[in-house]
């Protein structure tokens, strides 16, 4: 899967791009939700794995660009963050998202739940 990755810190964004490629997919990070949405208007993806706390454009306001597209509304989002208070999981659902995992996150449970988002993909296009 081609997945859209917006990510502002180094060390997580490069990790995440890591764990991604490990598991047999093809990630496109950005540092920013603005990169990212350029990215993903340009070259389009099948999941994507957002942030909330970035520079230029949050997590949640991507999510709501993504969510507000015809193009991309239907694609499958991740909120991948360090906010992992029930108010922070609950807005993120609230908001579009599809699923929300905190940093630190285990590596199998990342890929776990990438897989199983990309089941709705599959069972979208039978």
């Known amino acids: 899967m081609k997945i859209l990755i917006a990510e502002d810190n180094d060390i997580f964004r490069h990790l995440i791009t890591e764990v991604l490629s490990g598991g047999g ?3 496109m990070a950005e540092e920013n939700g603005l990169l990212a949405w350029h990215r993903l208007e340009a070259e389009g993806a099948d999941l994507a794995v957002l942030d909330v706390n970035m520079p230029e454009m949050d997590g949640f306001q ?3 660009k993504i969510r507000g597209s015809d193009k991309h509304k239907c ?3 991740l909120m991948l963050t360090i906010r992992g208070f029930a108010e922070d999981q609950v807005a993120g659902y609230d908001s579009g998202a599809d699923d929300y995992l905190t940093k630190p996150f285990d590596n199998e449970v990342l890929l776990a739940r990438v ?3 990309g089941r709705r993909i599959l069972n979208k296009d039978q």
């Open 62 to 64: 991507l999510l709501a």
């Open 25 to 27: 997919h093809t990630p």
């Open 75 to 77: 694609m499958p989002v």
């Open 115 to 117: 897989k199983a988002l």
